[in-house]
Structure formats: structure tokens, C-alpha cells
């Protein structure tokens, strides 16, 4: 018998073996609505950690007879954002006189909860209602932990008949000291195309950063001096819905520099995170991030959102940075990078707060049950929104009754090498041609070894 064929039988059955090996699968208990057909379920976290496919292909929901049940994935659930609008104190900035100190030399007077009373400077105060080139406003107190976000500043100013044009800066600060630049603008109210009927071209909105910190107090300069006759801070809010959800984090730091300089970490699945607070470990620490994320360990890193975070202690309390917020594709992996320029957060563990919109499954309750809800084997049969609901509008899926999903639990389910090959997907193909042909290559290599040494022998 020939090396080969001695080699050939074991090579074979190692092949089968990778086939036949049982797939990791994570799976959790089902409780439906009785006697609905049609239900829709959230999908727990552990399950989409443990689902190994692209899209969460692998994730399917069976029956008692272990029979895959019609599905289809729910679209994005519709957005849950409210707005109100609210007027904001403002105080002509002085302009500075002759050889004055600049703003150093600006005095404001606050009371004991921070608002705003007076502000003045030693040039001669422009009288009541004139026009400034610059103006402060206040936030209020709460700007810093509401659960609502700054969107937009809404201006309202005197305009000549002729109209006018504004070019708009905003600076930000938390002490009336420190300012730093946040966002600009320009402004125009000018008659139209239909100037005879009243019509007006008119853009009166500043849109705040997402990612920019809303501290109290805002400095707002304009190019030409106006005279505001008002000012609305646009503020929007989440509302808590059950399409959302919140987890804790904990992003490890790197190695490489000591501080770290960049914390990462491994959902070991894909994730749709939205929504982060960051929990800075020392009080009165502020750092300029980037969040980023990527599908794998052997794909480049892309930024998904700039922030500054902060955590100041002013006025007897504590003031937090508002959550970090955005819309990129789900992702295993994630990383905290701190900007070129920004301090060091320390050499330990960053920890965080995450929302996080769980995907949904809308599905047909066939068969027997219990059902259940499986993640880590062959790729799912999947239907669209239209095929399994007739008459599909838009939200439908969301007014369907809701099955929950219990405890999620490892399994390992074993399969004959025939199902393997059969449910395999074209990647499963790849890789196990690829084994096929080093374990060929090898027992060829030892044919040829034994030939040479044969040669050699009788030679």
C-alpha cells in the first residue's frame, strides 16, 4: 500500500470532520401571544453576539419539531424625537473702549444659581435696544444633564426694509473664562422673487453639533452688528420606547503608550449601537474622542463621530457631558481614540453607557410549540415585510402582538456531515476547499519524499 493511499482515507475523514463538526449555537425560549399568527420578537443581545453571519443571516426561529417558521427582519422602527422650542435670556456684550483689556476686562454679574443679572464693561454701555456685534445668552442650569439635546438657535433680529444679510459664530463655555468655538452660520432675511406680494427669502437657524457640548453659557457673534429682538433654543428628546435599549460597557485600554491613548472593545457580535455616555474616570477631566468601529480584527477603523466629553465640578455640583450620538451600520468592534491634542484619561478602563436598538423578527407561528429563537447554525430562510404580511404599510410590523424572548443558553448541536454540506454557505465552500488542497499538497510532498528516497537507495 502507498503512502498515498495510507494518507488519503485519514485525510478524507479529517475533511468530513471539519463538515460534520458541531456548530456553536446560542438559543433562547419563546412566550407568544395565544392564538396570534403573525407576532414579532426583539432579539436579546447574547443572541446577536453569537450570531456568526453576515446581517444575522443565521438567526431563525423553530418550532417544537425543530422546522424553521416563516420570517422576516422588521424595518428600522419609525423615530421617537420630540422638539420644543424655549426663549433664551441675552445681554449685549460690551464693546471694549480704548486701550481696554479686551473681554478681560468684561464683568458679568451671576446669581446664585448661575443665571445670568447684569454684564458690563468699562467702555460706555450701549443703550437699551441698539444694535451689538456680539451677545451672551444662557442655556439655563440644566443644559448639561437634561435628557434633552440643544438642536438649533432660532434668531430673531430688526430688519431693515432692504434686508439683510448676518454671518453668525457661536462660542461655548461653562465658566464664563474658557470659551471655545463651537459652530457658524449664515443668516438672511431679504425680500423674494415675489417681493410685491410680501414674500421673503429668510434663514434665522443656527444647527448646533451633534457632537458639541451644550455648556450653559453661549456667546454669539454677528457680522454686522443687529439688534436681536429674540432668541429660541430648539431642544429635542428621545422618548423612552420599547425599541430601545440601554447596556453597560467597558472599553479596555490599549497597549503601546502608557497613559493609553486608545480604549477598544469586543461586542463578539455585530451591535447597532446609537446612543454613548461616557463615564470619565477623575472629576474635572475633559477629552476631545473619536469613536469608531469596524466588522472584524483585519478591517481599518472608521470614524463615526467627534465629541467632546467632560465631567466638571462648578458651583457645588457636578457637571456631565451629554450623550454622543449617530447612525452607522452595526459592528463587532469598537474603539475610543483620544484627538492629538487632548490630555490623557489615565491608564485604567473606560466605562459607558450604550443605547441600542435591538432588530426585530416578524414571524408566522407554525407548528408546535414551545418555539424558539436559535442563533450560530445554517443561514436562515428569510422572507420580505410584503410576503409575510399582505397589504404591508409602513409600521405595520410594530402593531403586531410582541412574543419575548426568555434566557439565552449555549448549545452544541451536532450535524451529519451531509446537513453541513447542505445548509453550507458559499464561505463554509472556500474554506473547506482551501483545507482540501493543503491536506493534498502535504501527502503529495510526502509521495514524492518517498519516491526521491527510493531513488536514492537503489542508486
Known amino acids: 500500500m502507498t503512502l498515498l493511499q495510507r494518507l488519503a482515507p485519514g485525510a478524507a475523514a479529517w475533511i468530513w470532520a471539519l463538515a460534520a463538526s458541531a456548530a456553536p449555537t446560542a438559543q433562547a425560549p419563546l412566550t407568544l401571544t395565544a ?97 451689538s456685534g456680539r451677545w451672551l445668552l444662557d442655556l439655563g442650569p440644566d443644559a448639561h444633564r437634561s435628557a434633552e439635546w440643544l438642536a438649533a438657535l432660532e434668531l430673531a433680529w430688526e430688519v431693515p426694509s432692504e434686508g439683510s444679510h448676518l454671518r453668525a459664530r457661536v462660542d461655548a463655555s461653562a465658566d464664563l473664562k474658557q470659551w471655545q468655538p463651537v459652530t457658524d452660520a449664515a443668516l438672511l432675511d431679504v425680500p423674494g422673487v415675489g417681493a410685491a406680494s410680501g414674500e421673503r427669502l429668510v434663514q434665522r437657524r443656527i444647527e448646533w453639533p451633534a457632537a458639541a457640548p451644550a455648556l450653559r453659557y453661549l456667546r454669539l457673534s454677528l457680522q454686522p452688528p443687529a439688534r436681536l429682538t429674540g432668541v429660541q433654543a430648539l431642544w429635542r428628546t428621545r422618548e423612552a420606547s420599547a425599541a430601545s435599549a440601554t447596556t453597560p460597557l467597558r472599553f479596555e485600554p490599549e497597549a503601546g503608550t502608557s497613559p493609553p491613548r486608545a480604549w477598544s472593545l469586543d461586542l463578539g457580535g455585530a451591535v447597532p449601537l446609537r446612543e454613548l455616555r461616557l463615564e470619565l474616570p477623575q472629576r474635572n477631566s475633559v477629552a476631545s474622542l473619536v469613536l469608531e468601529q469596524r466588522a472584524d480584527d483585519k478591517t481599518p477603523w472608521r470614524a463615526v463621530a467627534r465629541f467632546t466629553a467632560y465631567r466638571l465640578d462648578r458651583d457645588g455640583q457636578e457637571w456631565r457631558s451629554p450623550p454622543v450620538r449617530w447612525t452607522a451600520p452595526p459592528a463587532r468592534h469598537w474603539r475610543l481614540r483620544l484627538e492629538e491634542r487632548s490630555p490623557a484619561l489615565g491608564s485604567g478602563a473606560l466605562e459607558a453607557t450604550a443605547v441600542w ?45 410582541q412574543a419575548v424572548a426568555g434566557p439565552v443558553s449555549l448549545t452544541q448541536t451536532p450535524q451529519s456531515w451531509r446537513e453541513r454540506l447542505a445548509q453550507a454557505s458559499a464561505a463554509d465552500w472556500r474554506r473547506w476547499a482551501l483545507w482540501a488542497v493543503l491536506v493534498l499538497a502535504v501527502a503529495a510532498l510526502a509521495l514524492l519524499a518517498r519516491r526521491l528516497m527510493r531513488d536514492i537507495q537503489s542508486s
Open 357 to 401: 436598538i435591538p432588530p426585530q423578527l416578524v414571524f408566522a407561528a407554525r407548528g408546535e410549540p414551545p418555539f424558539r429563537l436559535v442563533a450560530g447554525g445554517p443561514v436562515a430562510p428569510s422572507l420580505t415585510l410584503p410576503q409575510l404580511l399582505p397589504g404591508y404599510e409602513s409600521g405595520q410590523e410594530y402593531r403586531l402582538p
Open 35 to 131: 392564538g396570534e399568527g403573525l407576532q414579532r420578537v426583539e432579539i436579546p443581545l447574547d443572541l446577536l453576539r453569537a450570531s456568526s453571519r453576515e446581517g444575522w443571516s443565521d438567526l431563525q426561529v423553530l418550532n417544537a419539531q425543530g422546522e424553521a417558521v416563516p420570517q422576516a427582519w422588521a424595518l428600522p422602527p419609525p423615530s421617537q424625537e420630540r422638539e420644543r422650542s424655549a426663549p433664551l435670556p441675552r445681554f449685549a456684550w460690551p464693546d471694549p473702549g480704548p486701550g481696554d483689556r479686551g473681554d478681560a476686562a468684561v464683568q458679568v454679574q451671576v446669581d446664585a444659581q448661575g443665571a445670568i443679572v447684569r454684564i458690563q464693561g468699562p467702555a460706555t454701555t450701549a443703550p437699551e435696544g441698539a444694535a
